[in-house]
């Protein structure tokens, strides 16, 4: 005799919602954006990722084995690769619970080889450039701004990115694209010759682009005109990858920073973004993330702001703020999280895992962002229904 279905303690279906931009028809447009983005810092390259030019510009900056770099204790995995590339030392310094730059550790830190202090504006919220930048000329110390999770902005009267000597971003975080990271200077050379990266980069680019679209539901007449190509595709990649060899199969096709991964690969240094992806940055409605990111980041504040347990990181999201994600400071994560990961609910836990050596003794507050921050998504390419299910499942995760 059959045995009887489990009973299911499963929430009712649900949208899944993309944790990150995807391309839908309202993605074009002409709107001008109430902030400028760190395209308006100076001069840019395109490259595939945020890390490729954070590599450049250490490169550019003369760093070299025996250098150190200052990064901070807070930070993505995918920032400590391009400095021991360049065969340098990572310095970490503390920042504060409020993700400022604890310049008295820096400076505690200071040495003949410390060349670069890398700053991170983190979620979107910028950090403060005029005092950073007094400082690294009081110390002669060149400023490399961080801006992977602050492509609009601005800080006193300038647009982010404008008070480094370079700055880098990661257009991924922003735009719906497979790729892309921008190197931006305003007073130095930049990188002066990038090489495309290849047709079947390119190809898979465009696919990938479309497809994480179409898996969230958008472009329907586009996908339902795509389906059978897609599939053909689909077959013949998978008879292609069973013939291939395992050193043809690592000769990968796209960076990892593409799929999430935190490695660096230098083959991808003076590459050039894909096509697609710095289309994107030209035709894209700047003015609708701009726009839409505020609101969504107000209406999360309005949903979660006052539960019991945690509260947001940022106690106000400045004028000059455009939001990668919301960063809520929970007293006791795990469950929560727990929660949102059995309904499906997309959440970021930004620096989760911290470069080995890095602990409470290099920074506690690091130690704590780490742990406590979980980061909900508020990109432009939300739709009403998905947004309004998102702040009620997090809702019911936090106060259950
Ligand atoms: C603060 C910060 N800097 C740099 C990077 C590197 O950007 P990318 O993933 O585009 O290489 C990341 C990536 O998440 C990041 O969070």
Aim: charged share 20%.
């Amino acid at each position: 005799m059959p045995l009887p279905a489990p009973l299911s303690l499963a929430p009712p279906a649900h949208p899944r919602v993309p944790l990150a931009p995807v391309l839908s028809r309202a993605s074009f447009g002409r709107g001008r954006a109430s902030l400028p983005s760190v395209l308006e810092a100076g001069e840019a390259r395109f490259v595939t990722s945020g890390r490729v030019a954070l590599a450049l510009a250490l490169r550019a900056l003369g760093v070299e084995a025996g250098d150190a770099v200052l990064l901070p204790a807070y930070h993505s995995l995918s920032m400590v690769p391009p400095v021991l590339w360049r065969g340098a030392t990572p310095l970490f310094y503390r920042v504060g619970m409020d993700t400022a730059v604890d310049l008295d550790d820096v400076a505690a830190r200071l040495g003949p080889r410390v060349k670069v202090l890398v700053v991170t504006h983190y979620f979107g919220f910028p950090q403060d450039l005029v005092r950073l930048r007094a400082f690294c000329d009081a110390h002669g110390l060149a400023l490399v701004e961080d801006c992977a999770h602050c492509f609009f902005g601005e800080h006193a009267g300038r647009p982010v990115g404008a008070f480094g000597d370079y700055a880098i971003a990661s257009s991924m975080k922003f735009f719906p694209a497979y790729d892309g990271g921008v190197l931006v200077s305003r007073t130095r050379p930049l990188a002066s010759r990038l090489r495309p990266a290849g047709a079947a980069f390119e190809i898979k680019a465009l696919l990938n682009t479309l497809e994480r679209g179409f898996a969230y539901g958008r472009l329907p007449l586009l996908h339902a005109l795509l389906a059978a190509p897609l599939a053909a595709k689909g077959l013949l990649w998978n008879a292609l990858k069973g013939r291939r060899g395992e050193a043809a199969q690592a000769a990968a096709l796209a960076p990892a920073s593409s799929d999430s991964g935190v490695e660096f690969d230098p083959a991808w240094v003076d590459k050039r973004a894909s096509w697609i992806a710095r289309r994107l940055l030209r035709r894209a409605d700047a003015g609708r993330i701009v726009t839409r990111r505020r609101a969504n980041y107000a209406r999360l504040e309005r949903a979660l702001g006052g539960l019991p347990g945690c509260r947001p990181l940022f106690a106000q999201l400045p004028a000059g703020a455009c939001p990668w994600l919301f960063p809520l400071l929970v007293d006791d994560p795990e469950p929560v999280c727990a929660r949102l990961d059995a309904w499906g609910v997309p959440v970021t836990r930004f620096a989760s895992t911290l470069w080995p050596g890095v602990d409470a003794a290099a920074g506690a507050e690091s130690a704590a962002l780490s742990r406590r921050v979980l980061a909900f998504p508020l990109h432009q390419e939300l739709r009403e229904d998905e947004l309004a299910w998102l702040c009620e499942r997090a809702r019911a995760a936090l106060a259950p």
